[in-house]
């Protein structure tokens, strides 16, 4: 009896959890609704109100034991939350970078344009082919680019740290509308001039506009503030063929264009494919800077999850200690109710309500707490092309959300068990107890 | 320790609450060993090797050739023992996911006498002076992939275009398999290694450049002013060096990843503060139902003092009993956790001062939280607690 009760409660906690996890959150709230109207209209639901009324009243007088209840999940659903946070805040800036309607060309195999070369020779080809889109006065709206990458020392540690700077062709700001010069001036063609993005010039050293910079033994001068809400934010641009001479370099890494529709990327391949001459893949740009994202989010997750889980079960613990003394301590007043004709499911329901109704506390102050520090955040990581990409955390409403989930999860099941002791406490043992 | 037994029928007197308690310290401790792990995988524990390395790269930046006529230079610095020279090949064997499991570079001749840690075996290292095509492999990185000794491989190159194969796909021969000397530098081992002179006359550009030279010196102490002498060589030339030492460059990379120690620190924090308050709570909750007890112990003659020890020694026993359980846990969970990522993840097993400052906190969060029970234990006064008052 005893082993089939315990198994039964296994399966209780997995199925709750799971549904926790697949239900959406309408689904979630019915049965908050349908809880409450079993409270309101049913003589046991009256009864579970009234002893949850009775439960939450004392928990001021047991506030030390309560709070390791409230704290040990905000510590949980804090540390998670920043940690999906900053992998979020990465996915983000990389996949808003890219879209379907621009399509960035490599050489065959190339995975980030650090290790892609295209000749100019290939470069005009390319420009030429089906499914670009152009401009008013015919002229496809394409930019060939050159990415390098500067030592410039961070701000803070004051280490060098790899900055991208990208030499771009004169279509660039019409291939991406969303950057913008917001102080000073775009850099002039023909002149080692660069504009810095935003994140870069709040994470890196001596970027100001109106500084000059060392690249390749000659000096180079700021002339503006660029902003694009996006990992662009994060480089030096300057104009490609300057680049490319102090470099010395013969032709480009990349080609990116302005498709004339998403569906034209076909086209462009069908284009690429029937000309010999060409050993070049072209995707879109949501592609390529999506696939950029996958690994690192992937880690971060993986180990935010892991950390979680550990942190919970020791939470776990922790709420189930404190239940169990909050239990024992009200061990007369529920045998007592259980004595003048209270049912075992009410006091049920209401331990695991008050362990519930901490734990939500506690994963709002852990939240709260994490989108307090963390969120817009601003760190810097290498990223594909082995220099710095700057990202933000991004605490959103979903991960809130999920946090939410892992502490009523916590809550759960730290209170399961201490509910059910208190259903069973032999009435006339626990009324003699002093 | 003659009242061990005393501290210990204590602990257990409430056997749940015990348990419940040490389960969560060590869920705690735990976490502490992995995240340490991860911490000490990043920053490449100095080996007796590595002190006496420099790296000598661009100072524009990483990316950027040198030329090789660097090398007679550098060698002639009074106090280097050794150069080698090396080019970063990026490419994948097979498929584009297996980029991070075995890392390319094409080495000079001596690149394995500046690696001492990284053994192979006699007539290999014979066989790949003699291959020209020859490439050595690290065991993880063998294993990971399935590749053996005589295999043909082909790499799927991204910057380096083979003049014989005309694009970018290279094929070595692999003559040897070498394995890092110390556990903890499991990662060189996901390198295939394979002859610079073969690549620079295969490639259709860049000849005779190198992406880095790494230097052995005679005396470590020396390593400063060896630096400083073989940036001097190149200093207002068009390629400009930049010498650090082998641990600084590879700090210098770990901070560019992300500022790990200041992650798993913030996480710790979270995670010891939680179980200072849940700990402290089993603390106080075991000395609340005890004060009878306790002023039995001070009738029989047990001075305040000791009263006061007694608690504090079971707060310390608590934490560091379930602390200890929590890193052996780890110490076990972590070659577990590298079998069973293939190859992809080299976590250090948990060295001696994991152990060391494990220890330390352990003792350190038994005394904060056995403090403030102990102290109330130590002040009771007799005749109110036998009273019940």
Redesign the interface.
């Known amino acids: 009896m005893r082993i089939l009760t315990n198994l039964l409660m296994v399966v209780l906690i997995a199925v709750a959890i799971f549904a926790l996890i697949v239900l959406p959150w309408p689904a979630l709230l019915a049965i908050v609704v349908l809880l409450a109207l079993w409270m309101a209209f049913t003589r046991g639901g009256r009864q579970a109100w009234s002893v949850t009324k009775v439960g939450v009243a004392t928990i001021p007088l047991r506030l030390?034991?309560s709070?390791?209840i409230v704290?040990?999940i905000?510590?949980v659903v804090?540390?998670l939350v920043?940690l999906l946070a900053m992998a979020e805040g990465f996915r983000q800036t990389l996949q808003q970078t890219g879209g379907t309607d621009t399509a960035i060309i490599m050489?065959g195999?190339?995975?980030?344009e650090?290790?892609?070369?295209i000749s100019r020779d290939d470069a005009v080809l390319v420009q030429q082919l089906p499914g670009i889109l152009k401009d008013a006065e015919g002229k496809p709206i394409a930019s060939p680019e050159l990415v390098?990458?500067?030592?410039i020392p961070?701000k803070g540690?004051n280490?060098?740290?790899?900055v991208e700077i990208r030499g771009v062709g004169e279509q660039a700001f019409a291939l991406r509308p969303n950057v913008k010069v917001v102080s000073g001036r775009a850099f002039s063609p023909g002149l080692r001039e660069l504009i810095v993005g935003k994140g870069a010039l709040a994470q890196f050293s001596g970027l100001e506009p109106g500084s000059t910079i060392?690249?390749?033994?000659q000096q180079w001068t700021i002339t503006g503030v660029f902003e694009s809400g996006d990992a662009h934010e994060s480089e030096l641009w300057g104009d490609v063929e300057t680049v490319s001479a102090t470099?010395r370099r013969?032709g480009y890494q990349s080609v990116t264009v302005r498709l004339t529709s998403p569906e034209a990327l076909d086209e462009l391949k069908a284009g690429i494919a029937s000309d010999p001459r060409l050993?070049v893949d072209a995707k879109t740009t949501l592609d390529y800077y999506s696939a950029q994202s996958e690994?690192l989010t992937k880690v971060i997750r993986v180990?935010g999850i892991v950390?979680g889980v550990?942190?919970g079960?020791?939470?776990i613990?922790?709420a189930?200690?404190?239940m169990?003394?909050a239990v024992a301590t009200r061990a007369r007043e529920i045998a007592t109710l259980r004595a003048i004709g209270f049912r075992g499911l009410p006091v049920v329901v209401s331990v695991l309500l008050e362990t519930m109704l901490l734990a939500i506390a506690g994963g709002v102050l852990g939240a709260a707490v994490a989108w307090l520090i963390f969120n817009n955040y601003t760190?810097s990581?290498?990223g594909a092309n082995?220099s710095?990409v700057v990202f933000a955390f991004k605490v959103s409403s979903a991960l809130v959300w999920s946090g939410l989930k892992w502490a009523l999860a916590i809550g759960f099941i730290g209170g399961l068990f201490p509910a059910l002791r208190a259903a069973r406490l032999p009435v006339t043992a626990a009324l003699r107890e002093l | 320790m003659k009242y061990f037994h005393l501290v210990w029928a204590a602990l257990f007197r409430r056997k749940?609450?015990t348990i419940?308690?040490l389960?969560?310290?060590l869920?705690?401790f735990?976490?502490f060993g992995?995240?340490d792990a991860?911490r000490a995988a990043f920053n490449a524990p100095p080996s007796a090797a590595g002190v006496s390395r420099l790296v000598v790269s661009s100072?524009?930046?990483?990316?950027?050739p040198l030329p090789a006529s660097l090398e007679p230079r550098i060698r002639a610095i009074p106090g280097v023992k050794d150069v080698a020279y090396a080019n970063w090949f990026?490419g994948y064997y097979q498929e584009?996911k297996n980029?991070?499991l075995m890392f390319q570079v094409a080495v000079s001749p001596t690149y394995l006498d500046t690696y001492p840690e990284l053994q192979l075996p006699p007539e290999q290292r014979k066989a790949f002076e003699e291959t020209r095509t020859g490439a050595v492999i690290g065991e993880a990185a063998a294993k990971a992939l399935g590749i053996k000794i005589g295999d043909k491989i082909p790499i799927?190159?991204?910057?380096f275009t083979n003049k014989a194969s005309g694009?970018?796909t290279w094929t070595f021969d692999v003559v040897g398999i070498f394995k890092a000397g110390e556990e903890k530098q499991r990662g060189l081992e996901n390198q295939l290694l394979f002859r610079w002179d073969y690549f620079d006359e295969g490639r259709t550009?860049g000849n005779g450049t190198i992406g880095w030279y790494i230097t052995r010196v005679e005396d470590p102490n020396e390593s400063e002013r060896i630096a400083a002498a073989i940036d001097a060589l190149s200093a207002n030339s068009?390629h400009?060096t930049?010498t650090q030492t082998e641990q600084a460059f590879n700090?210098?990379f770990v901070?560019?990843?992300?500022?790990i120690g200041l992650i798993v620190g913030?996480?710790m924090a979270?995670?010891f503060?939680?179980?200072i308050?849940?700990t402290g709570?089993?603390m106080?909750?075991a000395v609340r139902e005890r004060i009878p007890e306790l002023a039995v112990l001070k009738t029989i003659g047990f001075s305040s003092r000791s009263v006061l020890g007694l608690v504090l020694a079971e707060a310390v026993l608590l934490i560091v009993l379930g602390g200890v359980l929590g890193l052996l846990l780890a110490q076990v969970l972590l070659p577990a956790v590298n079998a069973g990522s293939g190859g992809r993840m080299n976590f250090p097993p948990i060295g001696a001062s994991t152990w060391g400052l494990g220890l330390v906190l352990m003792i350190a969060i038994g005394l904060v939280v056995g403090f403030l029970p102990a102290l109330r234990g130590m002040r009771l006064s007799i005749v109110d607690a036998l009273a019940g008052r």
């Open positions: 030390g034991s709070s390791v704290i040990g905000a510590g804090g540390v920043a050489r195999g190339a995975t980030a650090l290790s892609s070369g390098v990458v500067a030592n961070k540690t280490t060098d740290a790899n060392n690249l390749g033994n470099y013969q050993k690994n180990m950390i550990i942190m079960i020791g939470a613990f922790g189930l200690n404190t169990y003394a760190v990581t290498l082995f710095q | 749940t609450r419940f308690t389960l969560s310290v869920a705690a735990l976490l992995m995240l991860v100072r524009i930046s990483i990316i950027q990026g584009p980029q991070n799927k190159g991204s910057i694009d970018t550009f068009d400009e930049k700090l210098a901070k560019q990843l992300a500022d913030a996480i979270a995670v503060f939680t179980l308050l849940l709570n089993t106080a909750q």
